[in-house]
């Protein structure tokens, strides 16, 4: 296992808050890492500073093997690296087939020139089809993906991930919304692209973390409490007193 | 061709167009039984035009979503473009002709000058303007018609775009530029003749002979054939990949930012062309006016094709070709002082006034009732095709 993301002391400060606080954090190819913590406590900020949404006010993200930064590149730039990045509220194009979202999210070169002279090839039509039976739609490719329920639109957009095959999956409270049938099938999926890919979750609710069965690291006011399996990490005193309160 | 087939509208759009084109032909005075006046057939033609700029306006605004009020610059910037060449040559034929009964024959350095001395007395100037230098060679003109449009938009897309303005602060930034490039043509040391702007724009070079009912005829056609040739290229560049991820932008960019897209470059790329389109409109549409000054180009010319796109309803490109068609045409009826005066005894509606009024009543009506526009009405006449039949 060879190190694909290295987050090293990043601080960034809205308003005078401090949403993250000297975080260190560092993902293996190919791992599966679940991030847990109470609201506020940076999750979503660590995720926009990876993706390149937000810019840290110091510290440095390093990416791949020759540990170069992701600090100078734009959103765009560090999703064509490949890192992807899964919503908490499910984001898809509502006013699209599920098999133009699909479509969109291919992976493919990126320009204009290139989207515009754009032909759809046989294996992508294959690969498309297999991602649609993978997320459960095989029957709705040609339906608006507005018009399906919260829990389909949450697998629309993990399948848009897949589709995007990055190296680094960032999936944000995957299981919102979903029945406990659709939660298996969801563990047993990332469970699987963690055999080949660096995933991160990010997840509120505990039973489907000791279902992931794999290393938590728990967040507390932008900075890490924890690290380790469930476990090791529920037995931690201060863990107990942010999560429960005591 | 998938085209066609993905867009039902395309072959419909094209058959009424290439219709209403030999219509209007058959009826014109030079071709035909003359039931269609010159001076109305230069209105329909006109009107094609505004069709043209309404379908860029759809581009950038209903299917991007990027809300530009200032595309009506790259419309006069065509025009301007193609009058300075008609104006220069029309000139120079005139000024050859007076200086040809001299006794002594005019060199071509005296020939030019005296061309200047016509076309800049006017604002008190005798020279050739800098930006006159390719006003006597029509294919540098051809070219500069799309080219001079499309490097102001490429230029101010670069800097709006890269800076993320989004929304209304980007809507206020095109309406500032509109306006202060109307504000600086409005200047006579500018060399495009200040607020004379440029005439004579119907009097085609080395056509002296022919009249302006054929002439007027041949605007029409060019006319409505840029528009047919825009609607198709446009119903293909929507019907793609590219077309999803103009409208993935519309709803959500920071979300095609994430797949991957640099969706700056896409909205530079999109509000490019359609400047350009603009600027082959405007070259069309000014001929057939006759006249261009720089009123032509003020703010309120550019919400105009905005209101026609939402008139019409935006993200369809009928939509904006009915929209621009239906109050354009209207715009001419009630401002041209053909429509009868309403006499209410101790008040009288009198059209001309009253018809920013009327516009701005059916603008609110047709937001609050129909917000997918006039073309949303053709959605309850045949069931609107879903993508089931598409594929």
Known sequence: MSTLLEVQGISVTFDGFRAINNLSFEIGLPELRAIIGPNGAGKTTFMDIV??????????????????????????????????????????????????????????????????????????????????????????????AGILSHGQKQWLEIGMLLAQDPKLLLVDEPAAGMTNEEREHTTALLKRLAESHAVVVVEHDMEFVRRLDCRVTVLHEGSVLAEGSLGHVMADERVVEVYLGR | MSVFSQNRSVPIFIGILILFALGVTVMSEAYGTGSISTS????????????????????????????????????????????????????????????????????????????????????GAEDWPWMWAASDNLFLTLVLIVAVPGVLALVF???????????????????????????????????????????????????????QDRISIWFFWASAVALGLTYIGAAWLISGKFGNIIRGIRENEQRVRFLGYRVEAYKLFIFTLTGMLCGVAGALYYPQAGIINPDEIAPIASIYLAVWVAIGGRGRLYGAVIGAAVVSLLSTYFTGGRAPDIDLGMFVIDWVDWWPVLLGVGFVLVTLFAPKGLGGLVDYIIRKPSREDRQ
């Open chain 2, 157 to 211: 897309g670069w800097f709006a775009f890269r800076s993320r303005v989004t929304g209304v602060y980007l809507s206020i930034l095109t309406q500032a530029m509109t306006l202060a490039l109307s504000l600086y043509l409005f200047q006579n040391d500018t060399g495009l003749r200040g607020n004379n702007g440029l005439s004579g724009l119907q009097n085609i070079p080395g056509a002296a002979e022919i009249g």
């Open chain 1, 51 to 144: 993706t390149g949404k937000t810019r840290p006010d110091t510290g440095t993200v390093r990416w791949g093997d020759m540990g170069h930064s992701l600090l100078a590149l734009s959103e765009a730039q560090i999703a064509q690296e490949g890192i992807g990045r899964k919503f908490q509220r499910p984001t898809v194009f509502e006013d699209q087939t599920v098999r133009d979202n699909l479509q969109v999210a291919l992976k493919k070169p990126r320009g204009p020139l290139a989207a515009i002279f754009d032909k759809t090839s046989s294996p992508e039509r294959a690969r498309i089809a297999e991602i649609a039976e993978e997320i459960g739609l095989p029957d709705d490719l040609n339906t608006l």
């Open chain 2, 40 to 123: 109305f057939t230069k209105v329909l033609g006109m009107t094609l035009c505004l069709c043209l700029a309404a379908l860029a306006m759809d581009l950038v605004w209903g299917y991007c979503g990027i809300l530009s009020l200032g595309h009506f610059a790259f419309f006069g910037l065509g025009g301007y473009g193609f009058g300075m060449w008609l104006m220069t040559a029309r000139t120079e034929a005139v000024v050859r002709a007076n200086l040809a009964e001299g006794v002594i024959p005019a060199t071509e350095a005296e020939i030019s000058d005296a061309t200047a001395l016509q076309i800049f007395s006017v604002v």
